[in-house]
């Protein structure tokens, strides 16, 4: 109930920015790059569950990527590669793609390290970058994130127009699927008790992190202004 009466809020404040969906776009690129670059670190590692949660990471990565390039696309541009082109070009080590040329509007930035960027994923982060973390936390925030973020899609449908709508419920249930899919991750990695104890403590960040995204919204108003 908290959590819907905060994605309310969130919703409307985020619809108030008139660039609203390029955010939106910037935020799906960031979660590509955290679960795609978790997705080589884990695919690296032994036992059968990194290889499980290799493979889970590398699907959401590219479910990310597909979510920016549909915010993208009702801006009226496009991504100009595939997240499997992305991918591949990492890959072969060719391509340094920190900053890279995004999208046919021409525009350009630093899509890597949003955890480090705004006060409030400072504050959810506490002032560390998130592959920082080790794995059982990265999966408790990710979890928390990705529920969160399902919420605040879903509430996003009341303030946006209908063709954004149409475009926005699909990638809301995404969402959820992916906050279930890290959720058995987790449990799988640290047991019930454990998970129950991590995903309280990294919904206490959200709570404070929440408190600050006023702030940052209106340091993008006055950034974009
Ligand atoms: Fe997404
Ligand atoms: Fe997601």
Redesign the pocket.
Known sequence: MVDEVLAIVLARIITLLPNYLLLLKK??VG??FFCWRSHREAKGLPTCFYGTLAKTLKE?AL??Y???QVFCKLTGSKLNMSGAGLMSREEKAAFDWGCVDWDTSGESYQADGMSTRYLSTKIFFCFRTANSYDWESRLAFMYVL?DF?SLF?KQLLRFVPEEVQLKLAP?AE??LT?AIEIHACLRCLVGPNRQEWLIFLWQIRKYLALVCIPVDACLQKLINS
Request: no cysteine; charged share 30%; glycine share 6%.
């Open positions: 935020l799906e979660v590509f959401q479910s990310e597909g979510h920016a990705e973020q899609y990638i995404d969402e992916h």
